[in-house]
């Protein structure tokens, strides 16, 4: 095809563009149609022109709009993100709560039984009549119960001291609560037993003769003191 007139001037194929009014003359070869020339009127090229540019902005305008619109939507994903991210947060701290709250619950019924123990070890200490100071032989149990005791969670350590029914109540009284305090003071300075870790030691008197009173070996095993070790059943998880 041949260059393009314009008045008097040539044109190449550039300035055909979209809204031109052109005149074409040519001929046809096979099923195709060979333009020789292409004419038209510079006032219509002008406006052609005029159409073109502004459907350029137009075009520019509708690609920074699309642009905008793409960060836009990326911006909205991204909150979308942040917003699921923080829901299941919520949801993770929701669950946490209960699960603490279930533990707090499940604690507090267990703890209501804290009459309720259970009897880890025990030592008993015979003492002779009349009399409140511990046997040497003792010694060593007592800290083999005490250091037993440490492996324990949550133990404690209960002394009850006893007397047997023979002679004065009060002056049994007085001897039952004389050996608990000799065989605590034993666990608190030489097994080095936590104060917080001891109950009350307990004077029983003359309450629960397990001996036969009639008879000096049943006196004997009246007179004693009985150190146990304790683990609630709450803490134990029962």
Same mark, same amino acid.
């Given at each position: 095809?041949?260059?393009?007139?314009?008045?008097?001037?040539?044109?190449?194929?550039?300035?055909?563009?979209?809204?031109?009014?052109?005149?074409?003359?040519?001929?046809?070869?096979?099923?195709?149609?060979?333009?020789?020339?292409?004419?038209?009127?510079?006032?219509?090229?002008?406006?052609?022109?005029?159409?073109?540019?502004?459907?350029?902005?137009?075009?520019?305008?509708?690609?920074?709009?699309?642009?905008?619109?793409?960060?836009?939507?990326?911006?909205?994903?991204?909150?979308?993100?942040?917003?699921?991210?923080?829901?299941?947060?919520?949801?993770?701290?929701?669950?946490?709560?209960?699960?603490?709250?279930?533990?707090?619950?499940? #604690?507090?019924?267990?703890?209501?039984?804290?009459?309720?123990?259970?009897?880890?070890?025990?030592?008993?200490?015979?003492?002779?009549?009349?009399?409140?100071?511990?046997?040497?032989?003792?010694?060593?149990?007592?800290?083999? %119960?005490?250091?037993?005791?440490?492996?324990?969670?949550?133990?404690?350590?209960?002394?009850?001291?006893?007397?047997?029914?023979?002679?004065? #109540?009060? %002056?049994?009284?007085?001897?039952?609560?004389?050996?608990?305090?000799?065989?605590?003071?034993?666990?608190?300075?030489?097994?080095?037993?936590?104060?917080?870790?001891?109950?009350?030691?307990?004077?029983?008197?003359?309450?629960?003769?397990?001996?036969?009173?009639?008879?000096?070996?049943?006196?004997?095993?009246?007179?004693?003191?009985?150190?146990?070790?304790?683990?609630?059943?709450?803490?134990?998880?029962?």
């Amino acid at each position: 095809m041949g260059m393009f007139k314009a008045r008097n001037k040539k044109l190449s194929m550039a300035a055909l563009i979209p809204g031109l009014a052109i005149k074409v003359e040519g001929y046809y070869h096979d099923t195709r149609f060979i333009a020789r020339t292409v004419r038209f009127k510079g006032n219509d090229l002008k406006h052609a022109e005029a159409i073109e540019a502004g459907m350029h902005e137009t075009k520019l305008q509708a690609q920074q709009t699309q642009a905008e619109l793409e960060k836009q939507k990326v911006e909205l994903e991204k909150q979308k993100a942040e917003l699921d991210a923080q829901r299941q947060a919520l949801q993770q701290q929701e669950a946490k709560v209960a699960e603490n709250k279930a533990a707090i619950e499940a #604690a507090v019924a267990r703890f209501g039984q804290l009459d309720d123990y259970y009897i880890m070890d025990e030592v008993i200490v015979y003492f002779d009549n009349g009399k409140v100071k511990v046997g040497p032989k003792y010694t060593a149990q007592l800290m083999a %119960l005490v250091e037993k005791a440490k492996t324990i969670e949550g133990y404690m350590i209960e002394v009850k001291g006893y007397a047997s029914a023979s002679g004065n #109540a009060a %002056l049994n009284q007085k001897l039952s609560e004389d050996r608990a305090n000799n065989v605590t003071n034993i666990l608190l300075q030489q097994g080095k037993a936590p104060l917080t870790r001891m109950l009350a030691p307990g004077a029983m008197g003359e309450s629960e003769q397990v001996g036969n009173a009639n008879m000096p070996e049943g006196e004997a095993e009246n007179r004693r003191v009985v150190v146990r070790v304790l683990q609630n059943k709450a803490i134990a998880g029962v």
